[in-house]
């Protein structure tokens, strides 16, 4: 763990420190990198986050949202941390903050990272970037707040699916353990993440879900979540989530996609209930992500791309 000795004495070395993570954050990127905001107050530093996208209304509860910086004026800084993102791409609009660090410390737990900082601590075994972060914040044997504590929960929770999927270890566990003792109020947390959803979003989600398409002996399951859908309900994309679990929920699906359309195109998330190793797929078309969950942008519409994943996925369900 040298290099996590060295991240201590960066900090220490440096003044102006900017904390990011991967654009569209999820529970694990927000917490993640409210989690170590916080951990780094005491340091007394001059501290920015940058996130591109907007907080999903169940995390802004846990988020100042005044301290995220909304615009980069090229502004440098002595030290970035890249959290929960696979490459440099992920931090969308704030791409460009990694030429104008003198130290990038890269923190992730994706199988598809190379490494893009002078120090990358990228653990695939880990179910969360959060978990990796509690292992790092640990050995400074600084006091982790409460509230550090929580993000650092809700980071964990959220990437394990409430502790469900392969992911989950039993170190995930004891390590929950301790942020229970912290002060992490468990039930409090699912009511705020999980079970307070206007009713807009979840007539969106059903929408969604309406429209699922099977294939391949009900093997691949597909929807999508279009403008028309969002704007029908009067919601937002980054608020309708949780689509392409709920396709994996049915028995013999083995894949499961949402296609997200947006600007350039479309998004796609992918999951994967056993064998198939989706982030295979993801990286053919510039993405990246886990075995069981990854993703990826494509430059073409909805129909489009569905025929381009029914093709990628006829050979694995033959
Ligand atoms: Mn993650």
Do not use: W
Request: net charge negative; proline share 1%; hydrophobic share 35%.
């Amino acid at each position: 763990m040298n290099d996590v000795n060295e991240i201590f004495n960066l900090i220490n070395n440096s003044y102006k420190i900017c904390i990011t993570g991967h654009k569209s954050p999820d529970g694990d990127c927000i917490g993640s990198v409210m989690a170590l905001y916080h951990f780094l107050k005491p340091f007394k530093k001059d501290v920015t986050v940058f996130i591109d996208g907007i907080i999903p209304f169940n995390y802004k509860a846990f988020v100042d949202e005044n301290i995220i910086a909304q615009d980069y004026d090229n502004e440098e800084f002595d030290l970035l941390f890249v959290l929960d993102s696979s490459d440099e791409k992920r931090l969308g609009k704030f791409e460009n903050i990694l030429n104008n660090t003198k130290k990038t410390v890269v923190i992730d737990h994706h199988k598809t990272n190379e490494g893009f900082g002078d120090i990358n601590i990228i653990d695939t075994e880990m179910s969360s970037t959060g978990e990796l972060l509690y292992d790092i914040l640990k050995t400074s044997e600084m006091n982790i707040s409460k509230e550090a504590a929580v993000l650092i929960y809700i980071a964990i929770l959220t990437d394990t699916g409430k502790f469900s999927y392969s992911n989950t270890t039993s170190r995930t566990h004891r390590k929950t353990a301790e942020l229970i003792d912290i002060g992490v109020d468990v039930a409090e947390i699912d009511n705020i993440v999980y079970n307070s959803k206007p009713s807009n979003i979840v007539r969106a989600f059903i929408d969604c879900i309406s429209g699922i398409e099977l294939y391949y002996n009900n093997q691949l399951g597909m929807t999508s979540i279009t403008k028309s859908i969002l704007d029908k309900n009067n919601a937002e994309m980054a608020d309708v989530d949780g689509v392409v679990e709920y396709i994996r929920e049915i028995k013999e699906v083995e894949v499961s996609c949402v296609l997200k359309e947006n600007e350039e195109g479309t998004k796609v998330s992918l999951r994967s209930k056993n064998n198939i190793d989706v982030s295979n797929i993801s990286v053919k078309f510039g993405g990246g992500g886990h075995s069981k969950a990854a993703g990826f942008e494509i430059n073409e519409n909805i129909e489009n791309t569905k025929k381009i994943l029914l093709k990628e996925f006829k050979e694995y369900f033959r």
